[in-house]
């Protein structure tokens, strides 16, 4: 890091950039992933740490049913993923999360479950949802496979033959997630069990390490199968083909209001992020090391980007129009960008005006690269005790609730919600489903069992109100007289300390997108390849590149994810 | 049956708003309901009981060292009443809150007062518990009668030396959470008031997804 001179020039030097611009849904919904993504700092840790990977069993038959165990030594603790495969007739295979059945179903299990454990998780996790879990039941998964090429690749490897690497990379995964369960769910443990573990301390790292040998589970699942059929003519997958198999997932409204719900948590997040950004941006230089690193990155990216297909009519022409971005980037790094003095904020300024909000956010998450000494760090800090912002002051006065109004949520006045288009839409939990769901105010029933996600216009009737009322008047007493307004109320004093913590856009508008709240929410995962199915779901890729578990400690990984790790066999 | 704690805040808020208060005083009962059962305390049947009331129709008063109902022969919700001091903040006098439901509601929020070196003492009928940021003092199994409460006509807080808290707290997290079946499913009936019935253009268009997936 001394090369760089971060240690004379501290992160004060260029201002993050502001919530007005990172928090608007137009660029939420164009964010990629960075090193401090949780999947990627999940597998640093894991390196740091030499976590030891085993499989202790695999008892799968040829229709692939059956049991796998993967162990994770963690230090002084062990977990286990508990794998089961079932015979899944077609007709049942659905992305959406109200399936009742599955191809593979998972849980992470707090140690090294017995047979009595495993019995016990076989009656209730094939079932999912309509099973009971104990606190020593970390985290609860399914799967579905990618039939076509799942069989395709079974097939070539029990010929002894490698499978058409280009129907590898179209397809991209051989299993796909439909829902990923942690926290509590359905008496699995709370969070608060694993949040003092350092290993599970940043967000979503247990769900990662579950999805990580998911994907290794369904890599090892047809080398298996092609065993059995094919006996000793089969083959395994390639190495360098094997890595490019990731673990696809398939994600809708559900996870919507997460962003919307843990103000405080994104602000985390998202501070992480633009903080990462502005050290980088303030380095005086940019090293030859550093300089070579980003140009492999971009290289990495333009792979990335030339094997992104949707077939979304929204999304299709950004990721074209990102393509060309990432040339005229290249181009421009071919043209003296490094020189200067500030290299790395100049290349961020430039791209303001010279790129899309699509090759913006991928800028960033290239700037971040390469500096990682600089940057590691930050993802220690992506977690919060929401706790300890619950409490509402009431000693606080109407008028000075009103200024915090005026200076955070001033973009909350650019709607107009006399108007139908920007009160079109509402936010409900479906008794059918139990899942959140997304309605039209005008034409559908129920609008008065609204979840509270209507923040602008929530926001906005709050101000009325408070014009209307004493300013020397206490919270306390206002909210007595007012407590329609207290989820508000909390929201607006947590935003005046997490000023990343608010999506600074109408979330009931009759335009509103509710993939863009998805894709913020996956880029912070650390997921690629968004593949929009609809304005409410979307397929994505987790961990395509990634060394397998028996490989993490050979060579250096740190690149994986833009196919540039220095020491690939 | 044995639940998590995110299970417990999850079907305390959807049921408070279920029985009508307002989302911010819902996530107060959800939170309350947290803390009350990390510490064992028997958050499920008084919130079923406290529920079926319509607590919050009656606003509390406060005239000098006292919060008292605004109307006369009417109750105070522990949650509306509980909000309001921890709204208020700490009191370092005495305080006493007169005709209120389920006093053992108001822990949670007077539990809010506490620092390292101070605790808090509720006091109605038998029941003395003090508490402080990590610990509760044993209420004994005698009290968990009175505990339950569903009603007092004063309960008497104040402020106490930090030290005053015999038994440590250890979170069961390890274990889950123990709940009476009654009680879970009688909040469960007021759970489902918060959902929307399926409609035919809801199942095409609430959700997005909903084809084969077989490729």
Known sequence: ?569 | MIVSLNEIESLALKSARGAGMSWGLAEEAAVAASWLAARSLPWAETLADLLAQQPVACQPRIEGDAIAPSRAGARLCPILTGALLSDVGVSVRPIKVRDILAPLWLAPFVARWTTPGRAVRLAWGEVSLAIGPNTLSNPGAAAMEALAAPFTSCVEIALVPGADTAHSLRQRNRDGYPVADDAWRALQLLEHRTYVPASAQSRLSGAGAGLLDND
């Open chain 1, 1 to 569: 890091m001394s090369a760089a001179g971060s240690e004379v020039c501290g992160p004060e030097a260029v201002a993050l950039r502001p919530p007005d611009v990172v928090m608007r849904l137009a660029r939420m919904g164009a964010a990629h992933q960075t090193r401090l993504s949780f999947l990627r700092a999940m597998l640093r840790h894991a390196v740091r740490e030499r976590w030891q990977f085993t499989r202790p069993r695999f008892d799968i038959d040829a229709r692939g049913v059956g049991v796998a165990v993967y162990r994770v030594g963690v230090g002084e603790r062990t977990y286990s993923l508990v794998a089961f495969g079932h015979d899944l007739a077609p007709e049942q295979r659905t992305d959406r999360v109200i399936a009742e059945a599955w191809d593979a179903t998972f849980a992470l299990y707090d140690g090294v479950p017995d047979d009595a454990e495993i019995e016990r998780l076989r009656r209730n996790v094939p079932v999912q949802e309509a099973g009971r879990y104990l606190p020593s039941d970390l985290i609860l998964a399914r799967a579905n496979r990618s039939v076509r090429l799942f069989d395709r690749v079974v097939g070539a490897l029990s010929d002894g033959r490698q499978p058409d690497a280009a129907e590898m990379e179209a397809t991209g995964y051989l299993m796909r997630t439909t829902a990923v369960y942690g926290n509590g769910k359905f008496g699995i443990a709370d969070r608060a069990v694993i949040a003092g573990r350092p290993e599970f301390a940043g967000p979503f790292r247990a769900e990662m390490l579950t999805v990580y040998l998911i994907r290794a589970f369904t890599a090892d699942l047809v080398e298996h199968m092609a065993v059995l059929r094919g006996g000793a003519r089969a083959a395994t997958l390639a190495p360098p083909l094997r890595r490019r198999l990731g673990i696809g997932n398939a994600t809708g409204l559900g996870m919507a209001p997460f962003l919307v719900r843990h103000p405080a948590l994104i602000d985390r997040w998202m501070t992480a992020r633009e903080t990462a950004l502005a050290r980088v941006r303030a380095l005086p230089v940019a090293t030859r090391g550093q300089q070579e690193h980003f140009i492999r990155a971009l290289a990495g990216a333009r792979r990335q980007v030339a094997g992104w297909t949707t077939d979304d009519p929204v999304q299709a022409p950004r990721i074209a129009a990102l393509a060309a971005d990432l040339e005229r980037l290249r181009a421009h790094v071919g043209t003296g960008a490094f020189d200067g003095p500030m290299p790395w904020d100049r290349l961020y300024r430039w791209a303001e005006h010279a790129l899309s909000v699509e090759g913006q956010e991928m800028l960033v998450s290239l700037l971040i690269e390469p500096h990682g000494a600089l940057v590691d760090d930050l993802a220690e800090t992506m977690a919060i005790d929401e706790a300890e912002v619950f409490r509402i002051d009431g000693a606080m006065r109407v008028r000075d609730l009103a200024a915090i109004l005026d200076s955070t949520y001033a973009w909350a006045r650019a709607a107009d919600f006399s108007q139908p288009a920007a009160n079109a839409r509402f936010w409900y939990v479906s008794e059918e489903k139990l899942e959140p769901r997304l309605g039209q105010r005008a034409d559908e029933p129920g609008a008065e069992l609204e979840q509270p996600l209507a923040v602008a216009r929530d926001v906005e009737s709050l101000r009325a109100v408070l014009a209307r009322a004493p300013p020397d008047e206490t919270l306390a007493a206002f909210l007595l007289r007012a407590p329609e307004h207290r989820h508000t109320v909390r929201r607006v004093q947590i935003s005046a300390h997490h000023p990343y913590g608010e999506v600074r856009d109408n979330l009931i508008a009759a335009d509103l997108r509710a993939i863009d709240l998805l894709r913020c929410k996956l880029a912070f995962f650390g997921v690629t390849r968004f593949d929009p199915q609809s304005d409410k779901w979307l397929r994505i890729t987790l961990f395509q590149g990634a060394p397998y578990p028996h490989e993490l400690h050979d060579g250096d990984w740190d690149g994986w994810i833009w196919g540039v790790a220095d020491a690939q066999p």
